[in-house]
């Protein structure tokens, strides 16, 4: 069965730390560009991050910058998203994506993302 699923979401701290993995099952992430993205309550869903194939071109969201890092193992199937300097404005569901015909790229060109985690979520209070 083809997944992805997420994990390490929780309840943090304001300026605290976490670290996001997306795993696949059932395919290798090697051939594909992944994307984070997140989804507060009574927002829309908005991109994080995104990473190419090679782990070679990286994009941020301005309201992450410097304070997430996203990065991939393709040897462990895995990428993650380290997040630190965590605000509440960062609570939302984290969801990591790409697209089933690998035409999901960074850029912005090609497709959007078609095949999505299941999310986790993640909670910035005191």
């Known amino acids: 069965q083809v997944q992805l699923v997420e994990s390490g979401g929780g309840l943090v701290q304001p300026g605290g730390s976490l670290k996001l993995s997306c795993e696949a099952s059932?395919?290798?992430?090697?051939?594909?560009?992944i994307g984070w993205f997140r989804q507060a309550p009574g927002k829309e869903r908005e991109g994080v991050s995104c990473?190419?194939?090679?782990?070679?071109?990286?994009r941020y969201a301005d309201s992450v910058k410097g304070r997430f890092t996203i990065s991939r193992d393709n040897a462990e199937n895995t990428v993650y998203l380290q997040m630190n300097s965590l605000k509440p404005e960062d609570t939302a569901v984290y969801y990591c994506?790409?697209?089933?015909?690998?035409?999901?790229?960074?850029?912005?060109?090609?497709?959007?993302?078609?095949?999505w985690g299941q999310g986790t979520q993640v909670i910035v209070s005191s």
């Open positions: 059932g395919f290798t992430l090697d051939a594909y560009t």
């Open positions: 990473i190419d194939v090679n782990g070679d071109i990286t």
């Open positions: 994506a790409t697209r089933s015909d690998a035409h999901y790229y960074c850029s912005g060109d090609g497709s959007p993302p078609d095949y």
